[in-house]
């Protein structure tokens, strides 16, 4: 089971290996894609391909993402950004949001927060019942067996860094006139209850990981190294799910 505990957030890269790094993996998951979305190789759709990120506030969620897509054509992605439930969505079930961005085959879809809000910011926040965040476990197990299960690859990850880092980050944000927008009442709050938050994740953690959408830890203390290791979990994961729908990844440098 993946732990928070087990993260080596010694891990590191410099900046100019971690471009070089960088450029090669963003190639590799622009020839995935294209096979994906039936462009390359036998022109048959490859499976959905849903990328979910969680992690500390100042992790570097915004930075990984834009690496993640900067390779590829806007068409052939979506990204979703999910803050607080309005009105209109409180009045369904929880997961009733999330549908509409979900893709379907050939297609890619980039969420920045999750359903995962639910047993963490809504619960430590007191936005949901005790009874609401503990069974909202089982249901989305139970959500993400199902996507799955229809052929969707599902990659989670949690971008992980101390509190040390942390604070670091959002004092950086504060001396920014280009970064301050960044930073809200909410973050310095979440960091003063971050114990509370590591007791969430933890269940969080140990109640959802599953075989087929593991909890893929990212130690993101330094950047350089953490968007290197969330394209290489993304290209792992759309590799084995071309395999496991009967497509074998294209290899386009053996074509050159």
Known sequence: MAALKDVDLRSKL????????????????LALRLQAGGLLGDGRLGPP????????DASGKGGA??????GLDPRHVRVAEFAAPTDRER?????????????????MAVLDRSWYGRVLVERVEGFATEPEWRRAYEEIVSFEHGLCNEGMVLVKLWLHVSEDE?????????????????????????????????????????????????????????????RVAVLSEVIEAIEQGLRDAGQEPVDVDAEL
């Open 166 to 226: 942390q604070l670091r980050r959002f004092r950086g944000r504060e001396q920014s006139p280009l970064k301050r927008w960044k930073l809200t009442a909410d973050d310095w709050r979440n960091l003063s209850r971050r114990a509370e938050y590591e007791r969430a994740v933890g269940d969080m953690l140990k109640h959802t990981d599953h075989k087929q959408a593991p909890w893929r830890l990212i130690a993101a203390e330094n950047k350089p190294y953490a």
């Open 91 to 107: 009045r369904h079930h929880f997961l009733w949001r999330f549908w509409p961005v979900l893709p379907g085959w050939g297609g």
């Open 49 to 56: 391909l849903c990328v979910m990120f969680e992690g500390w």
């Open 65 to 70: 993402i834009r690496r993640l897509t900067a």
């Open 14 to 29: 410099s900046r100019s290996e971690g471009e070089k790094r960088l450029q090669v993996a963003q190639r590799r998951l």
